[in-house]
């Protein structure tokens, strides 16, 4: 069954602080891992977009990584900002058809920011 | 804004109603999905629209669920005689081809 765990569930920083959120998956075959950013009561919206031969990718201060030999993949944030606060939910794609069986959804990170 | 849109924002019934919300994709974009996310929970997959048809459903979508998408353009999905276990955020995206989905902002039920 294909699954992607994040971990921590839950995570608070100061302000400034870096932080580092983590995403496995046993999603089979592998297509690509986006990270998405959800503020509460708001739609996701996409962060980062990777595919097997990228290993890492940046967008501002975000920077995903990916190890498809280990399946896992990290979201690092640099020089945390109150406006970070949000879930922050890794999303596996399986194949190209879409639907069901082409995307597996994390449960997300909920990261608060404290100033 | 060129965005998804989703209407309306929030919805409040009693057990037994029904309620249709509304998801305006992306005008260029032909597929539109419709997710479900409770508290705590990533978005759960419920269908999805290549153009007008409705290629596939999630075995969460109970018959008291109908999504259509009548003209390739926006889509409803219609909920009838609610449960309060139908309480969640209701999510709307759009995509081109396979490409990254976006979504709406969302519509929160809650059934009272």
């Known amino acids: 069954k294909n699954q992607v765990e994040q971990s921590p569930q839950s995570l608070i920083i100061l302000e400034g602080k870096n932080c580092t959120l983590q995403?496995?998956?046993?999603?089979?075959?592998?297509?690509?891992l986006r990270w998405y950013k959800q503020d509460t009561g708001r739609g996701p919206v996409s962060l980062t977009i990777m595919t097997f031969s990228e290993n890492t990718k940046s967008n501002g201060r975000y920077t995903a990584t990916l190890d498809a030999d280990t399946k896992q993949s990290s979201l690092h944030i640099t020089a945390s900002q109150l406006s970070d606060s949000a879930s922050y939910i890794c999303v596996v794609s399986a194949s190209e058809g879409g639907g069901a069986d082409g995307l597996t959804f994390g449960k997300g990170t909920h990261l608060i920011i404290q100033p | 804004d060129t965005g998804v849109s989703q209407d309306p924002r929030h919805k409040i019934t009693k057990r037994g109603q029904n309620v249709t919300f509304r998801c305006d994709p992306i005008?260029?974009?032909?597929?539109l999905y419709w997710y479900r996310q409770t508290l705590g929970q990533g978005p759960e997959f419920l269908t999805y629209f290549q153009n007008e048809a409705q290629l596939e459903k999630s075995r969460l979508l109970s018959d008291r669920f109908s999504a259509e998408r009548p003209k390739g353009s926006f889509s409803t999905l219609e909920i009838q005689r609610t449960e309060q276990g139908d309480s969640a955020m209701y999510l709307c995206?759009?995509?081109?081809?396979?490409?990254?989905?976006?979504f709406g902002p969302g519509t929160r039920l809650l059934v009272l």
């Open positions: 995206a759009s995509s081109l081809g396979v490409g990254t989905q976006y």
């Open positions: 995403c496995n998956y046993t999603v089979s075959p592998f297509s690509n």
């Open positions: 005008s260029e974009h032909n597929r």
